[in-house]
Structure formats: C-alpha cells, structure tokens
C-alpha cells in the first residue's frame, strides 16, 4: 500500500481560518527537490458538517477559483458551524498555465479519478482527494466552466444516482445553489471523473456549468458566489437565508441534443446562448478557411429547444461540439421534491 | 526598386466575380518551393468606385472574416457597379493559428506598415497593400474586434484627421456601418498602423472592434454583416438602403479611461460591458494567483462613464490593460454633420 | 469491462458504399468536447468475405494511403460479394502530423497492440481494431513504408506462424499481392505488432514494405494499387483476373543481414537498393558531421546478398540501422506451395 | 564600417593542406562565450588558380558535403597547383540541424546574400564569404539538391549573364562537371543568392541541383565526387583528365514548367522524374488529408516534356511546387560553344 | 515474462578491457530502426568480485561521469583481480540532454526502479539494471551531485538497513570512499530509488553528493575519482592503498532541517556551504521578482548546524528546497565500528 | 523622429522614494494590450550628482539584483544627495525567464546598444537607457557576473578610453568598488555593448564580474552589496566610508589568455578559479560524451598566471570558451594614480 506523497501545511481539525497548501514534492529539471503548492483555505469552528468546495478542476475555468477566493478571505470562523474545506485551484498547474489539462502530465483531472498515489501528479492529486479529502466532506461542491473552448448557460446540477435519498439530497443541494438554470443529468461516459468518486463515497454532490470561453463576467462571478453561500446555509453550515431567485429547469433527453461539426472552418454563428430553436433551422455555418467561393455548410438543429451550449473559438475541428440544444421545462419540477 | 514578390491569381479589372489567392512565395523548412496564399474575391462590374474590405488584419478576430466570407458568397456583380475587393483573411498564416500576429515572424501586421518588399512575410504583406491594393480603393473598411485578450462594445469608429473633407467622409462611412457605437479617435500611437497607411493616401476609412475573445455571436456576426452592405450602398457600389437603428456615441476623452492591472492574478470583474461606471467605484478585483489568504487588489474607476473595453482571459499580468471606461453621448453628434 | 470510446458513424452491415468517420472523443486544451475523426470507408454487397485494408499504421508512409483512397473512390457495390472495410489512415493523428508516431501521446500504434479501451489516444485505437473491426475480417491487408527513416526494396510479407494453414494461407495472398519483391519473416520482437494481434485471431494477413523516406513515386503507388486488386480479388470479394508479373524471393536468414552505425555523421552510401552486396565490401562511409581531416568510418557487408534497406536520411546517429542485406533466391519458391 | 566577426584558424597563404574552422563568436543562453565553427579546409601549392567548394548552403542537402569531406580527405597538395579552399557545410547551423534554414535566426542564407557582418548569424556567413572567400577564388562551385521538400534529376547549371565570356566561362565549367543532365536558367528571382554575389564579382561559377529528399544515394554521391575532380581539372588545379559521359541538356523555358498544388493533401503522383510527359495528361492527383469519398484533384500538365522536379513529401499545402516539366533538348547545344 | 530489450555489445565475462554499448532499441519518428547506446566498460580478471560503478542516474551531475570516464581509460585488467563493470551517463538520454530526467519520457530515473522491461525507455534502463547488472555485482557505487538545481557539501552515504551485517558492510564502503563528509541517511521516500532496488538484492551499497550546479570542479572530481579507486581497493578488486584523509561525520536528523519556499522570487544567500548556522539566523532572503519596494522574505534557520545543501538557481519557486541545515559530527564515529 | 514608447510610472525629479515601473508597452498573442513592466526605484534627496545602478543586463547574473534590491529597500533619501536611479532587472523579460538573452526577441541587451526605439523590445529598452536614463547620470554602474555558462573570479573593471581624465575617473570609481580582483580591459569588440554608450557620453563608468553559474553566493551577495555603497560614497551621493579590502590586480594581455574548446564532450576540471596556473600544464581534459575508451583531449596553458574564468557546465561544445587564464599582479597599481 503505497502512501500519497501529499501533505499539507495546516491543519484539518483545528478551529479558526487556517491557509496554506497541498504540498506535493514534485522533483523536475527545474527543481531537483521542488513541489506543486496547492492552496487551500479550512475554516472550522466546533463540530458539525464539512463542506468540501473546489473550482479549478479543469485549469481554464474562473467562476469557481473566483468565488472560492472571496468566500476564503470573507468567510470567518464565527460565522460558521462545522467546517468548510476550499481549494479554489483544484488542479493547480493546469491553473496557471490557463489550460484545460495540466501542463506537467497533459491529464485531464476530470478523467483521473480515483486516481493514484504513485502515477503521474495530476493522479496524485486525484488520489489525494479521493481518499483523503472527500471521505471529511458531508457535502462536495464543484465548480466548472465551459473553459476556453465551450460556453454554456449557467446552471447547476445533479446526476440520477441508484440511490433515491442520495439523489433528493443531491438535487436539494443544486436548488440550493439557484443557479439561472437546473439540468438533471444521466451521466453516460463517467469514467474517471471527480463526480463519480464522490457520489460513490454516498456525498451530497453538486457541480456547475457557470459560462466559459476562459473569462469570468461580473454576472457570472455572482451567481459563483452567492451559490457558495447559499449551499453552505443549505448545509447547516452558515446561517443566514438563501438568496432565491427563478431557475429554468433543463433536460437534455438524447444524443441529438449534440451538434458536431463535419468539417473544419470559420464559425459563423446563427443562434446566441439561451435563444429559442426550431428543429431544421440553421445553427451556424462553417465556412472554408483557406479560401472563398466555397459553399458553407450549414449545421441545422436535430431538435427544438434552447441553445444551452456552443463552441467558443472562431475556427473550429471536424469532429467539435458546435451546439447542445436543450429542452427548458419552465414549469418543470426536478425529479424529487 | 525591389519588387514585391506578391502576385494575385486572379484579375482585377475583369468584370465578374473572381475567387482566388495572392500568393506570396515562402521558402521554408517545410517546403523549400511553397508559398503563402492569401484568400481573396474581386467582383467588379464596369466602372465605378472600388471598395477594399478586409477582416483577419489580426488572426484571432472573427466578425470580419465571417461578413467577409458571406459577401463573397453571397454578392453578385449585377448588383453593384464598380469594384469589391474583399479580403477576409488578410494575415492569413496568423489567421491559420488563431493568433494575433502571425507565426512565421512573430510580427503583427498592424504596426508593420507600411511594410517592405524585402522584409518578412508580414511586410511584405503590408507592403503589398501599401503598394498596390490601397491605391486602388476610394473606401476601405477593415474590421477589428479585441482578438483572445480583450473584449469590446461592438463600435465603429472614425479618426480626427488633418483634412476636414477626408475626415467628414470618413465619418458618414461610419455612420453608415451603423453599429450600435460609434466613436471618434485621436490615434496617438498611428505608427506603423494599417489605418494610418489608408488616410494617408487620402482614402475614406472605417475601421471597427465588434466584440471579443477570440470568438463571434450571432449577434456580433449580424452587426458585422449588416455594416458591410450598409457601407457598399453608402459608396454608391451597391443598390439599396442602408438598414439603420440607433447608434450611441462614445468618447474616450482622456488616458485615464484606460485602466491596467499593476499586479498578476486572477480577475474577479465587478463590471460588465456596457453597464455604468461611477469614478471611485471597483471595477475588478485582483486575486493571488497562488495563494489564498492575501487582500485583493482592487482597481477603481478613475472616471464615471460606460465600460466600453476589458480584459478577457481569467488571468492577468502587471501591465495589461484592465479596463476602458468611455463616456457615452446619447444625444451627441460625430463631429461633422 | 470498460468500453471502447469509438464509435462509427457509417453501418457496417448494410449494403452500398458508406463514407464516415470512426469518432475517438478527445478532451484537450484545444477543444473540451473534440473527437479524433479516422476516415473510414466500408463498402458491403451481399453476405461473403470481409477484407479489412489499412494505411498509415505509421503516419508517414504513403502507398498505402494512396492506394485505399483510391480503392474507396473506385470501388462500387456491385463489383464485390461481401465486404470491404477501407481505413486509409489508421493513426490519423500522425498522418496528419506526417510523423511515425502520433504526435498526442508519442506512442507508436504498431507497437500498442492489443491496445486498451480506457489507454492513451492510440492505445484507444489499437484496442478498437483488436475487438472490432479485425474480428470482423476474414483477410487483413496492412500496408507499410520505411517512412521518413527507412527506405525497402518494395515487398510484400507473410510471417512464419504455428498454424501450417494459416501460414499456408497467408502465403498465397501475399503471393497475390504481388509486389516485385516477396519475403517471409520470423518476427523476433513481435510484441505490440498489429500483425500479431491479426494473426493470433487466425486471421489471414499481408503486410508490406513498398519504399520509403516519406514520399511515395508513380511506382511504388502502382504496386499498392495492384495490391489491394489482387488481394481482394484473391480473397474472392472482387471479381477479375489477378495482375501477376515476376516477383524475387528474398530471405533475410540472420542478425548478420542488419548493419548499424557505431558513430554519428554524415552517410555516403556506396551501394544503392537493389544492387547487389559482396561480403567485405563497403556499404557506405560515416563521415564528421563537425570537422574535416577525420578519417570516415567504413561500414562493410557482414554478408553478401542485395540491399534490401537502408537508412534514409542524409545524417545518422550512433546505433541507427545503416543498411540491411538480403538473399535474393530468384528461383526460390515460397515455403509452401 | 564594421569588421566581420568571423575568424579562420587556419592561415589560407601557406603551402600545404590545413583543416580548420571559421570560428563566428555566437553569445547565447546555452554558452556566453560560444562560438559556430564552421569546418574549411584550405589546400595549397604554390601560385596558381584558386577553387571555392561550398555544400550544404542549405543545411538539408547532402551531395555537396559528401562529395567535399570525401575530396578534403583525398586531395593532397602535391597534386595541384594554386588552392582549393572546401566548405562543405556552409550553413554549419542547419547542417547540423539537417533543415533547410538556420535554427538560430530562420533566415534561408541563399537569400541572404550579400549578408551584413552585423546582421544575423547567418547574415554574417554571407557577408563573410561575399568580403573575403570569394574575392579570393577564381571558380566557384556550390552544390545544390532538392533538400527535403523537393526531388531533381541530377544537372548542374549556369546561368544566363550579361557578359558573354563570363557566361562562356560558366557554361565551360558547368560542362566540366559533367552531371547527368545540364542546364540554363535565368534567374527571375535572384535577389540575396551567392549566385549572384560570385557572378556580380566576376568569378566562374557553377552550380548545381543533384536529387533531394534529405538523402543522397550512392550514384548522386558519385556524381557530386566526379564533378568536383573535374571542374578542378577544367580550372588547371588538378591535374589529369575529365571523366565525361553524355548529359542531357534541360530546358526551362517558361512560367507554365511550374506546376502548384491548389488544395492541400494526400500526393498520388503518376509520373516519376525523368519520365515523359504530354500536355494535358495528369501528373498526380491530391486526394483529401481529412475524409474519404471526395473526388481528388487532378493535376494536369501545362506542356509536354520530362518531369525534371517535384514535390517530395507524401503531404502537400496549397501554393506548393507540384512538379516541373522541362524539355530534353537531347541533342542540344549549350549556348556559348 | 516479456524480456528486456537491452543487448550488450560486448561480453561479461571474458578476461580483458572491453568498451561498447548498452543497445536498447527505440523506434522513434527521427529513426524507425533507431536505438539508445548507454556506453559500457567491462574490465575483467580471472574470477573475483565484481563492482558496479555507475554515474548520470540523474543527467546532469558531472562528478561520476567524470571518475568513470578515468578509470574506464585508466583502469588496466591487469591491475584488478574479479571484474569492474562501469556505466558513467546511466540515463544517456538525460546526460546528452543536460537534465535530471530523460527527455524521452520525462522520467526521473531514480523514480523508476525497479523498472519495467515493456515500460518506457527510462523504465527499460531500470529494468536492466535490475534484472541483470545488479544480480551480477558484490558491490554498487553510484555516484550523485545536487544536480543543476541543488548544491551540496560533498558526502558519501550509507543507509540505515533492516540487516546489520549488510549495513556495517555498506559504512564500511562508504569510510573508504573517504569523501569530505560522511552521512547516514534514513531514506523515508525510497520508492522507485535505484538505493532500494540495489540493497533490496543484499548488496554493498554506496551512493554521494559530490556538489551540484550542473557543474564539476577540479575539486570535486578528485573527490569522485579518489573515491572510485578507494572502493575497489576496499573491494579486493585493485591492488593498492586506500587515500585516506579526515571525513566529518554529518546527521541531518529530522524534517527540521529541510527549509523549503515559501514564495516565489529573487534569492539572497546569507550563509555559504560548510558555514555554521544558529537557530533563528536568517539563511537567505527572498525578494520580489517583479517590483521594488517591497519586503523581502526572510528564511530562518529552524535548528543550529552547518549549511550542507543550498537551492542553486537565482530563482525559486514556491515550495522549493532553500537550504539544507546538517549536524556536524566532528568527532562522531558511524554506527557500526 | 520616432519616440520612445517607454514611459515611467515614477517621477525622476520629485525628493523622495519611489519605486514604479518602466512601461515598455508589448502587444502580442499572449495581450493585445500589455506592457513589459521593468521595475524602477529613484531616490532623490535635492541637487547634487545622479548615479544609475543596473543589475540583470543579461537575466541570468544575480549579484546586480540582489544588491539593488537590497539598496532600493534600505536606502533612505535623507541618507543622501543628490538622486539614485535603480534598476535591478534591466533586461526584465530575460531576468523572469532566467535567460541571457531576452526570451522575447532572443536580442542580447549588451549587444543591442545604442538601440533603436522602432526596434525590438529589447532595442527599445537599450534606446530609453541611451536617450533618457544614462543622460541623467554622472556615475553609471552596471553589475555582470557570468551567467549560466561561465564562472569568474569577482572583480570590477575599467576600459581604456581615450580620456585620460575621463579613464581616470572611472579607474577611481573601481577602486571604490573594491571587488576583491580588479582589472583594465580593453575590449575589442565593443560593439552594441551599454559599456560603449556610457563611455562614450563622457560618464564615470564601473562594470563587474562578480561569480557566475546563474546563482549567487552569500560571499558574492556581499561584495556586490558593498560595491554599491562604496561607489555611491565615492560619488559623493551617500554619506560614510568606504569599506576597503585588499584587492588583486589582474590583466589579460592578449589572445592567448582564452582557451576554447575544439571538441564537444564533457569537461574534467584540472584547476579550479584562482588557482595558479604554469604555462603548458593540463587546465582540463575533455571526454566523449557518446562512448568510454577513446582518449580525452587534453587544454593545456598557453601561458601561466591564474585561472580568472572558466566554463560553468559539465558539457561543453566546440568553440566555447574553456578557461581563462589572467596575469595577477598583486603588487600591481591601477594605471591612473
């Protein structure tokens, strides 16, 4: 049994706001005895629930390490009940360098997990979590982004789970949150993510879409923050009231939900985010991107709904999403209460 | 006299519409004989006043090259009279990399001109259009939005010039793009820009920044092709009305709208574009890229107006420029009419 | 038991010609939700036999390419019984890169096999052909170069194998392939091959070397094409007569057949492919790549026989395959007919 | 006026043979006090003419350099009369890189020419041997190949000039050297070739383009040995008599030799070097790099003649050199005799 | 059971001096038909005990390379009894690459024990060792320097073991090496090290630091080569006496003495190598590497002693290895005698 | 008459502490919008003599840094008269990237002088310190040591210079600085050198070499921090006495001082810095760094004296500088007083 070679430099169940990091040695060219310093904030005050909070999962996603950074600096001990454990930059290489995947593996944290005390670092870190931080946690929130190639309406939301009292815990979680928008999802390739370990471990879970293209708005930033605030008083964590404000339930029921590109090009997009589509109608068109006079091909929508997702860049790879189109179910009612 | 080695597949005084390429020879490592072709379509139909449209002058900027694209595809030479050069990629290899200056020489094209025959590639592109294709147009539009690092209000702008004649006929041009802002720049940094080679040979000029980030919205792409049309029509090219709505007047009086980042970190933006601004109040906040624990920084406005700029990506380096506040003018009118 | 990630977007079991892709999702910093997208062309009429034809197993090596596109252009339903299973650029990722190995995690496919579902990018790929597509197959044909290093009289291969049948069988189809020179191999380190993973599945399989340095000449194009004919017309797919022209027999017995280099330089080869050898004699002299005045060091034949191969590349480095001599057995016959 | 930096080690004025460098101080991050050392030998016997031999002019193609390490090594002083001055790496930098410009500043230093001796690295090679080599040689001989991305029939070549004996001499000596095939060229495009700067300063020179692909062979090498014995023997340094064999002579007569790729992808080439063509017939088709089932395009010849040149690697971009047709004038006369 | 790739180009066992190669074959996109040549010296008489010498474990320290390069020149078979089996550059990629991990892999080679035969190319190298040239050895020395990022006091080193005879045995070696300082290290994190593989198998085991900076001094390499010869002499292999001078003893007894970054920035060293050091003194201060103005973080000594490692560059990183603080033993005596 | 873009963000003329920037503005792929920031202290205390203080001129030497950073913490206006400007990392982007030359434009800031305010970045920022910054000053001095590729024995140094008094004063200034060795250089090749620039404007002017190896020593740190002081007591700026040591003399009088390298390979120190040397002894031995069993070459002296500089890493190429060997004349006086 090989141990993770993470340690970090404050305590866990000490009372008061500690910060320091996750210090995993890390011995390269440029630092022969060197270490990958992951920050990370513990707030604890008596016993109660902990609250497990990240954002940087994926290295080019802003509104969690934003969030994560004011709650860490306003939140105080006093405040709170229990304890809230924060590492605004989950996977800290990959943070600054500004890339999706780490810089030092080229892994994918997001695809790591459970991860391994003795693979490359990002399965450390992966491991780290798994069997150190999230079996602390009572609640787990993770904060994601479209990253710099997707961008997505912002929503929140909760896998269906074998488990029913696991699942409404979950989904009273993500309503917590009040994102603008709420998905249900059936996650299908879930190998290797972060979700599945925590759901595994029985943990109230709730993850983000929150927008993208690897910026952060000033609206964006507020529904990170008062989301980590209001599923902290859902945890019994912080008093106070949950700020609430309407949120679109949306479903996304089939794979003609996604829209890929078949050749390579320029974008020119016909649909904004959140705009309504008719099933036929053009998405967008992709022109030639090494000459004119060429017909563009027009990509035309499988189904009607709502542009709910889009790729970011101006050019574009055969074989990229280009659009999700989702089913808003204003009325709608998520699948527990 | 050393010759620019530039050479057009294609007629330019040929009525009908001509795709085709400039082809600029470049011996490299990958292709001892190979060569840069640069897209380009000549529609002309008997006399009359030459147009020269142009997007792509930066790589990452995709409103431009998405209008272009479409006129090219879309305008015949029975519905105008004269000349449409239309040039949607003008740097082309940066355009290929999705970069802002091109990467054979790490040059960008807008601070190399007027450019040199026997310079790089990136000169010699400059070079050809100081030399032959400038002196062909009466009107030349070329289109800019912020590229992967800024985002901008969708403006077209016109600049204070020394010809009272020049300058008014630069600013009904921009009237007639009619984008939702409009601005007047005194350039004062104008070396080695494509704009000052244009109104330096007594050309009427638009030029533009319709948005941002190294993407394009429906939105954004409307504006960008809708102001295309409405400038052919304006140069008596093309038959029709110019389709206008109300357009806001913005000025940039004085250094202090720019606002820049004096420390590293991870941008928390308070303010959005177009919202407003009052002197005093933060527009960012500036968070320890590694660490937790530490005040941010916060920038303040140095003057009341409308954000009318911002830095896109998550992070930002000491220097970048933050933020721009511009005063807006609702009722003002551009200085000629 | 984890599943493959590809997935087909053309049938494999109805009849016609169908042009598609197999789709390997590919999260990465360029694109979160992007796809490797391998051509694929499957071409079925009626029940019979499968024929799975590949190129590109190394991405720089052309016949192969060649010859499948020009197969999947040409070849119509109603010319065959059964079908034909045409995947032009096995590693797309390194075709496209023009490089052996696929540029995103520098893994060699023909050294992957049997590959993993949950592996790197080409491991993913090797798996989906070991579970997939080659047990789907009654004859594989899998053609080689010596790309951009290596250089091959051009000749097609069959292996020693345990079964006398299959060895049998094997044979006769490279017999049918027909290129001007034809080889039997004892593969020692076989482990990873592509070839061995077809073979263990009992599977009838011609592999080839068709020339080298990264190009492909009218010849060498000629052969591949007739290849691809033959061998389907062999397995009784396509219909028409085998194009049969004389082929020589070459042998290579022994480890004495492969010349390497013990220093770096620069090559001057004294033999040319095809020419013949005398034991003792120089094959080609390494010279300084820093100095003059130095005497070169002479690479002499450990056996006489005909080049077979030789290094490509103007410069070599210590410990590179320098030339490998062959036995021509002109009247030979192949070891079992 | 500044002094070139470059400094030889060995003195050029004594009898005798001397290897040496010409040592270029080069500060850079791998050595503060480093220095480029570029291989020359200089061999002397008394008064007489001097020869400049240079390869490798562009680092990527090997005939010259073998032919020269191999003469450097054999030529002993007492078998000439007057001096031979050998660079068989000229651009040391991209030999050693084997590519086709330098890796220290990208500059091709056949077009660098007449160089600067405070310019770039490779600006002051050229500047070196346009101050000091040349002015010293009598005959100046400089060998060429297609280096990685090009393939020729092997020819040597003069120029023509605007002194008939200049060209006389030139073409006298390019017969000398006996190639395969012979050839006049008027250099459109002469800007920064040593071409021009040994012919501008009145000198003897030949060149030469002897196959390509990053390779030599063992009948190109004895081509590049043979020539330069006896363009030393035309020029009355060595003594002896000029191996001839009879050489074709090739003709370029017109812009529509040259033939480009207009797509990007796959090369299928139809006719190999030195095979006949007829106008009009295909000489590759370019099948697509990303799918299959799309028609290929087809290249056409524009004349009738001998395929002389082409493309080498198995990809090509839009804008490459395809091929180029010459025309044999078999029994033709090389216009000075 | 897959077997290692790696031949040896010369024999083991036979009497004699014998240079030659570790052959490991590594088909690569520079050569198809490649391999790795780690160099090799085998000196043997007549039967005996063998040693291992071994120096580049890690690639950039220069002291082993340097003893071994002697002694492999110097060392005659007629002056030893048994056999000496040298590899001075270990990991040969890393060596010829100047860093502390293969460039092939990015593998620290320390890491890798105990290896693995179908691993990557550094894994490969570990297995062989493992597998093969330890099981052949009485006694291993493996020589280590801080590398280009670290710098020590020069010290060899034993290991606390599980068996006392085959620790005393290993003290005993390393007082005969006879470096400047001697240590005894309870190594905590030995995964993966060659240490554990090599002591795992009951062998004599001494390993060093002998300096660092990427760098050799006279100094040191008198150190490195006096300490090859003490060895074998100590090991019955070479006739001769043991050079003998005063070694102080060193502890480093607890995590206290490690003091590690905290920021990143500018270091100022306040203590040299071998000075003493009082609890709470400052070690070095850390300044800002962006601005002026600003404090300097000061690192004070956590515990009384002399500096026995230092971080090397300039610049550190957060998390990096400062300083090194050590408990000199003037008068101790190592816990065996 | 093009301005330079460089603007500080501090006043040079306010009494006071101020420490800013310069801000060189830098658009490139990375910020459309960003500046290059070179931090800047200026301290005044009313009229009296100017003295500019520059470290990191090339970004890889340390001591220049740390002692200004040092000198723009402690130094306190009232402690002088007069102004000190201080500009610890001249060349800022090659002092962030731990580079000689700047990572920007691979442009060596000492061979960029006078620069060019069009030019590169790095030209830019040599033209503000020609234009604005050396013109301010009467006392200039500029700290070097030998980077990463060499390492020297610690002095100052004066050039000859036409002006007797001019030399004088400078000579004086040295003296003050009391580095433990010093020396007159006259430099040969002084082109682009900040050294040329000041001379040239008739200013005081000191320059050193205080170590190398691209670290500093707390020995080093501290002469350079008492160099600073002195030189600002000698100039009449700062109050108190000068601290003195003895220093040694030392002079390279000719070419056969440098010892290149004439082959690659790894290094074997045979002296070490400030060790005598004897005309023809063995300074170090050169190995193979591809192979055990060939003979090393062998540097000897080409004249004796003591070892003043040296190549830092364990490999070396050919044409680098290998040692230095200087003439110490202990009783010797400087030649002015």
């Known amino acids: 049994m090989i141990e993770n070679p993470i340690a970090p430099t404050i305590p866990y169940d000490e009372d008061g706001k500690h910060h320091g990091f996750l210090r995993l040695p890390h011995s390269r060219n ?7 310093m992951i920050p990370i904030t513990v707030i604890r005050n008596g016993d109660g ?3 497990l909070l990240t954002g940087a999962n994926h290295g080019d996603e802003y509104e969690g390490p934003i969030a994560l950074q004011v709650l860490a600096h306003e939140l105080e001990p006093r405040q709170i009940r229990g304890r809230v454990i924060i590492v605004p930059y989950m996977n800290y290489p990959a943070f600054r360098a500004a890339t999706r995947v780490s810089p030092i593996d080229m892994v994918n944290l997001n695809r790591a997990f459970p991860g391994a005390p003795d693979g490359t670092a990002t399965m450390k870190i992966a491991d780290y979590f798994t069997e150190t931080l999230v079996p602390m946690a009572d609640i787990v929130l993770d904060y994601h982004s479209g990253g710099k190639t997707l961008d997505f309406l912002p929503f929140a939301c909760a896998h269906y789970l074998d488990s029913v009292s696991q699942q409404a815990a979950c989904v009273a979680a993500v309503e917590a949150f009040n994102a603008p928008f709420t998905l249900m999802l059936r996650e299908i390739d879930n190998i290797g993510m972060y979700d599945t370990t925590v759901e595994s471990q029985g943990k109230v879970f709730v993850t983000t879409e929150l927008g993208g293209g690897g910026t952060a708005t000033a609206a964006s930033a507020r ?9 902290l008083i859902h ?8 700020e609430r404000e309407p949120s ?11 829209h890929f590109a078949t050749v390579e090009g320029l974008v020119e997009p016909l649909v ?7 099933a036929g109608a053009p998405l967008a068109r992709i022109w030639s991107p090494d000459r004119t006079g060429l017909m563009p091909l027009e990509i035309r929508a499988q189904r009607s709904g709502v542009l709910a997702a889009r790729h970011f860049p ?13 089913t808003a179910i204003e009325g709608g009612e998520l699948p527990i209460s």
């Open 30 to 36: 440029e630092s022969a005895w060197g270490a990958i």
């Open 49 to 51: 629930p902990t609250a």
């Open 223 to 231: 529904i990170a923050r008062r989301g980590a605030r209001n599923v």
């Open 235 to 242: 945890a019994g964590i912080l008093e106070g009231e949950i």
């Open 248 to 258: 679109v339930l949306l479903d996304m029921p089939g794979d003609d939900c996604y």
């Open 272 to 278: 904004d985010l959140g705009e309504p589509v008719m």
């Open 314 to 326: 101006g050019l574009i790879q055969t074989g990229d999403c280009l659009a999700v189109v989702a």
